[in-house]
């Protein structure tokens, strides 16, 4: 269960299932919005990939107009360079990391981990903000131990990583104005109890033997023993001024969520579990907008589930024949190498309780397939964006979302799901 202790009087949080989250309800479920991009891929599997044009919009081609030929290098655009520094970060060296007990941690076959994504603040740039929001605070957990992977957006002489002095806790100092801050942390759940009490009463043991009928105390010994062991689930709380959160291990599987808070300020946390038998999965992050000429498009990096930037990926928006509101893309390696075509559905999503500011930039949230060279089906991604409305040279807006690749045709209990079960898009 989720519990929330927020400060503020108008936030009204609530979780929700990938089809409650786009809000596709009423012209497509997700079982139908799948079912027919595998029709789709079967009927058209004969007809050539049309030419690329990826300077107009096209909104009625497969793959809206992109095709799976290589390409430059971050697409041949030195705006993707600034695109990597916002979305991904830098590396951090976490001290924490080279303890006996992390590393045992991280080798024990028996542990879980997951990868955390946490950004607070203005998830859209924001150039009217002039008040600073200080978001200074901590993310603690109840057991195992917690890696600092990588920061987001901290500013030198601004916002600092506190020195860490204990594997359970970690700590900084960040205010934001027009933009956010963030971190990406590895959680360790060892399985095995990792918190001992001891009893601190002694206790005595005898030893005795009957002689000549009578009972003779033979041996005393004072010993302390174990005799409490706390193996309670797993708790990560996510603790600053405006807003404290706590979830559970169960939670950090998959998670993906927003919470609005004052001034339409907002945390966003994603979290996928590593497992030792995984298929790919891993996050996304960029721009996501309408350029100076009214094109609706996205620009972003692909990065594995610990952050590093693996690819980056770029398409368009808006509205096919149908009506239907539609993404279409195209995600590469570093070195330029076709990976897949990516499309799918988006949404607005709004939150009813917020203030006005938050409602304009409230956003929405997208899902939907990626796919092979040769139309095949080959995984999923599903986040959120913050849009902006407002055409400009340089997109405004922003989104955040996880990818995952498929194993096979079925997931195992190690992918967090169930044998013989068949992997699905809410599943990472």
Known sequence: MKHYFINQNSLNTRKTNAAEKLGLKGYYTLSVFIGA????????????????NTDTINTSAEFGGFTASDEQPAFGSPEFAAIETE??????????AAQPEVVSMEADPEARSYVVRVQWGKLEFDSTITVATDWSGSMTINRGAEVVRRKIHFEDGQDELLP????????????????????????????????????????????????????????RKDITVDTTVFDSPLTMTFATGP??????????????TIIYVQDSCAVLIQSTRVDRKVCPKGYLAGKWGVTADGAQVFRGVWMTKRGTVDGHLKG????NDDGRRMFWGKWISNNGRFEGFLRGGWAPRLNDNASDTARRHAGGAFRGEIFSSDRAPIGFLKGHYMSSEIPSEHVGGRFAGKWKLRCGDRMTDDDGGHAGRTLGDDEF
Do not use: Y
């Open 243 to 256: 807003l404290t959160v706590s979830f559970t291990g169960s939670e950090l599987m998959a998670l993906d």
């Open 87 to 96: 979305a991904a970060g830098v590396e951090v060296v976490d001290a924490i």
């Open 316 to 319: 368009h928006w808006g509205v």
């Open 164 to 219: 860490r002095t204990d594997r359970r806790l970690i700590e900084w100092i960040s205010k934001t104005t027009v933009h956010n801050d963030g971190l990406l942390v590895e959680v360790f759940n060892p399985r095995r109890p990792d918190s001992v009490q001891f009893d601190t009463t002694v206790i005595v043991v005898t030893d005795t033997s009957v002689v000549n009928g009578d009972t003779v105390l033979t041996d």
């Open 37 to 52: 991009l595998l029709l789709l891929s079967v009927g058209c599997s004969q007809t050539p990939i049309e030419a690329e």
